[in-house]
Each structure stands twice: as C-alpha cells, then as structure tokens.
C-alpha cells in the first residue's frame, strides 16, 4: 500500500511540470474612427438613415477572428477574438463616418426604435484573413451595400465593395491590422457612393 501510495504521488508531482502554459486570448477591435472621412456637404441629403448589418451568415455575429488554410479549411484563431461580434463593430465605424461626412441630419443604429427615411444595410459577405496561397498571407473584406427608401421600400441603390490587403504578421494580430486598413478603404468608398 505504501508503494502505491509513493507512485501516485511521484507521477502527480510529474505530472505537474508537464503542465502547457496556455498563452491569454487576446480581444482586438475595429478601430470605429475612420480616417480622411470629412464632413463633405453643407445640407444633409437625407433626414435620417439607419445603418443595419443583413444577419446572412455567422460572420456578423461571430467573436471569432477567421482564417482560411492552405487546404481551403475556414477556421478560427484560438487566441485571438474580436471584443464585441463583428457586426456592432461595422455598424458603430459606418455610423460614426456618416455623422461626420454630414450625409443625414441623423445616422442612428438598426436598434433605435426611430423611423428613418432611409436604410443602409450592409451584409459581410467575406471578412477572412488568407494563407491559402502562402506567405503574405492577405484578408479578403466584401461588403454587399444597399440603400433602402423606407415610404416606398424600394432599392435605390446597391453595390459591392471588396478590398485585399496584404497582412503585417503571419497571425491574429497581423490579421487585424490588415482588417482595419481595408474597412478604413470601404468605409471611405461607402461614404462617396452615398454622397453621389
């Protein structure tokens, strides 16, 4: 008895130096400022318009930063999350950008309980960071846009905009640079289709 007992004591006090440190799950954001957006009309064209992200798919609700393998295989970074679903992150940049190019007297979010002239609905269609084709590996943004008049629910425009940016680091973080680069491109193009 006294064997056995001296055993396990042995292998949990092994056991215990084989223990693998786990490195902490790091939160990155969408930086929700964009820059070189200006306040680019006197007289708003629009009262209000509310900026919606279309739940298509699970990129718009995910936390998960996602990446795309050599085998074509889309998975998430273990270590590496977005702080709050990647959609509220969308929404809160495009809002913040179409307050300051002046576009409407008001840009309000798709959970004010306001009527609006007009929606903005944006669905992710791609939001990826890419090592299929080796290093640099590159992300691969595409929004679908459409601009929708309320009274008459009817389209008045759509358009696709997509972006690849080369990444700063083969990992998570490289990844998000890269994100913020390209939305800070779409956001910017969004805006001027608005306004004209």
């Not at 992200?53 to 718009?60: F, M, Q, T």
């Not at 609700?61 to 702080?83: E, M, S, V």
């Not at 009527?115 to 590996?137: A, C, H, N, R, Y």
């Not at 601009?147 to 998570?172: G, M, R, W």
Request: with cysteine; net charge positive; proline share 4%.
């Amino acid at each position: 008895m006294k064997i056995v007992f001296l055993i396990i004591v042995f292998l949990l006090s092994i056991g215990g130096c084989a223990v693998k440190k786990v490195p902490p799950t790091q939160s990155y954001i969408i930086d929700p400022h964009t820059p070189k957006i200006e306040k680019s009309i006197k007289k708003p064209k629009f009262h209000t318009i509310k900026v919606t992200i279309a739940n298509i798919g699970r990129l718009s609700q995910t936390h998960n930063i996602y990446y795309r393998n050599k085998n074509f295989i889309l998975q998430p970074y273990a270590y590496g999350k977005w702080y709050d679903s990647l959609g509220n992150m969308i929404k809160a940049k495009l809002i913040e950008a179409l307050q300051q190019t002046n576009i409407a007297s008001n840009v309000i979010g798709s959970s004010a309980n306001i009527k609006s002239e007009m929606i903005l609905e944006i669905s992710i269609l791609d939001f990826v960071q890419d090592f299929s084709k080796g290093e640099p590996s590159t992300v691969h943004i595409s929004w679908l846009a459409t601009l929708i008049q309320i009274k008459d629910d009817q389209v008045v425009k759509s358009k696709h905009f997509k972006t690849t940016i080369k990444s700063t680091s083969e990992n998570a973080k490289g990844g998000v640079v890269a994100f913020n680069q390209g939305t800070n491109i779409i956001v910017n193009e969004i805006a001027k289709w608005l306004l004209d």
